[in-house]
């Protein structure tokens, strides 16, 4: 079934920006409220003061608990730039949940934290017409994989099955979209089997409304090796979720920029997509910390663009809204990849 476009104006606004310019996705929303300190009453607010779990890391549930923090980072990373604002949605779906007894709250998590992003978008269009915002409603990996056991001594058992996960991306699609995403981003793929539930659940929510929104999918590269976690290299990775007919296919998380490169690079070479990429600030020290300075990635990011590798470039962990200033400047007048085929109609 061909579905049309929700909004063809944003659609095209999209299109056109990708067509002239290297688009600048936003930073680690982690990295920030780590910074912010937050204690466990933040993370519970007034709402779940009484829930018998602790609530403390459970970062997309500040969506409901402390929004105005969420719509303050969303708007220092709009200040430097970023034309693409990721809700804080990564771990906002009911299988991730279920760790802290939130299944129940998954929807309203995605819908409110898409509200927050969309009132920050919106608020930065308005004052500047002419560059539009778009929020990218996140659909993260679930801390579960389909394809490899967790129990050594049984290689058959899995701790979810795909209909479990299609059943908890297609609800957190369906807050994201309620609450105005322009476009969904499936990211840090480990299991391509995880990736090709939430492609299926995705594109079930479409055809439910009847409708179809952009869709950008984006891997994780685990170590030297070059491959995936359930073993894939980048070729095979593209291959496997191409079908989807993403707007953008790239790497994300796991290495650094230098690290990333080669990853970005091969997938650059077969891809019909457009090529995304949101790489780590360097590597984690011995404290799990990423010291890499704003202008040491910039100059690396820059060495993407030169190469025409790159439509999307972003950060992911230890980004900070300076690294992501930093980056805007390095790819500043240098062109994207060249598109290879037109957006499928």
């Known amino acids: 079934m061909t579905l049309n476009w929700h909004d063809p104006d944003r659609v095209e606004q999209l299109t056109a920006a990708l067509g002239t310019r290297i688009l600048l996705l936003d930073g680690a929303m982690g990295t920030m409220i780590q910074a912010a300190g937050l204690t466990e009453a933040d993370y519970r607010g007034e709402r779940f003061a009484d829930h018998p779990d602790d609530l403390k890391g459970n970062n997309d549930l500040l969506a409901l608990t402390r929004p105005e923090l969420i719509g303050d980072i969303h708007r220092q990373f709009l200040e430097v730039g970023c034309d693409l604002i990721e809700t804080n949605t990564f771990n906002a779906n009911r299988i991730s949940q279920a760790d802290y007894a939130l299944e129940e709250e998954s929807e309203e998590i995605n819908r409110v934290a898409a509200e927050l992003a969309r009132s ?19 659909l993260g990996p679930t801390n579960r994989t389909a394809s490899i056991s967790p129990d050594v001594s049984n290689p058959g058992y899995r701790a979810v099955t ?13 807050g994201l979209l309620d609450g105005g ?25 479409f055809e439910a409304r009847g409708q179809r929104w952009p869709l950008m999918i984006s891997g994780t590269i685990t170590d030297a090796s070059g491959r995936t976690l359930s073993g894939q290299t980048p070729e095979a990775f593209y291959h496997s979720v191409c079908h989807a007919q993403p707007l953008s296919v790239g790497f994300n998380c796991a290495l650094g920029a230098d690290q990333l490169k080669p990853h970005v690079r091969a997938l650059s070479r077969i891809a019909q997509s457009l090529v ?8 984690p020290n011995e404290f799990g910390e990423y010291d890499e300075s704003p202008e040491a990635m910039a100059t690396v990011i820059r060495g993407f663009a030169e190469e025409g590798l790159i439509n999307i470039i972003g950060g992911c962990c230890g980004t900070t809204p300076e690294h992501l200033a930093a980056i805007g400047q390095a790819v500043s007048g240098l062109s994207p990849r060249p598109l290879k085929t037109e957006l499928a109609a």
């Open 276 to 283: 995304s990429a949101h790489p780590n600030a360097g590597l």
């Open 162 to 174: 795909f209909d479990d996960l299609v059943q908890a991306y297609r609800e957190a699609t369906r």
């Open 120 to 138: 920050a978008c919106a608020e930065y269009q308005q004052a500047d017409p002419a560059r539009p915002r778009f929020v990218v409603g996140v």
């Open 181 to 205: 995403a322009d476009l969904l981003m499936i990211e840090t793929i480990f299991d391509t089997l995880n990736a090709k539930a939430a492609v299926f659940a995705v594109h079930d929510e």
